[in-house]
């Protein structure tokens, strides 16, 4: 399977690389609780692909970095159930779990970024992005 590839597709048909825009145009239902310790997960139910995100998520970026990993696993992973616990996630060596990483890092990380700024470290692509600099190790 070709991720990037799916990605820029999405992305084209679609003309957003916004997570939630994709998933409310695919047809994902995407609803917000307090999870506690983890802060997103994914779940296919009653034949309905399902987005569930912490609503203590503070910060925009991170919202949108579960929010593009659970993405990720509604478009690459159809049915099952899956959760993401903060950086603990982005260091899974689950296949599943390194497909939906990978997702959501060439969906919130245009390839510009990479190109244009070809000098930097990914701790500095990390700071000028706000991107988890663990999310720059997926880009393809």
């Known amino acids: 399977?070709?991720?990037?590839?799916?990605?820029?597709?999405?992305?084209k048909q679609y003309g957003t690389s916004d997570?939630?825009?994709i998933a409310e145009q695919i047809g994902v239902l995407v609803t917000y609780t307090n999870l506690y310790k983890i802060q997103g997960m994914f779940l296919y139910w009653n034949r309905q692909r399902c987005i569930i995100l912490d609503e203590n998520i503070s910060d925009d970026?991170?919202?949108?970095?579960?929010?593009?990993h659970e993405l990720g696993h509604a478009v690459l992973h159809k049915k099952g159930i899956c959760y993401y616990v903060g950086g603990i996630t982005l260091n899974l060596k689950d296949k599943n779990e390194i497909e939906a990483n990978?997702?959501?890092?060439?969906?919130?990380?245009?390839?510009?970024?990479?190109?244009?700024?070809?000098?930097m470290t990914i701790e500095q692509l990390s700071a000028l992005s706000g991107i988890n600099k663990k999310l720059f190790e997926f880009k393809r």
């Open 61 to 68: 970026i991170t919202m949108r970095t579960v929010m593009a």
């Open 19 to 21: 997570p939630f825009r």
């Open 1 to 11: 399977m070709d991720i990037k590839k799916t990605v820029h597709k999405l992305i």
């Open 102 to 119: 990978t997702f959501a890092a060439e969906l919130l990380i245009p390839d510009s970024v990479i190109k244009d700024n070809a000098d």
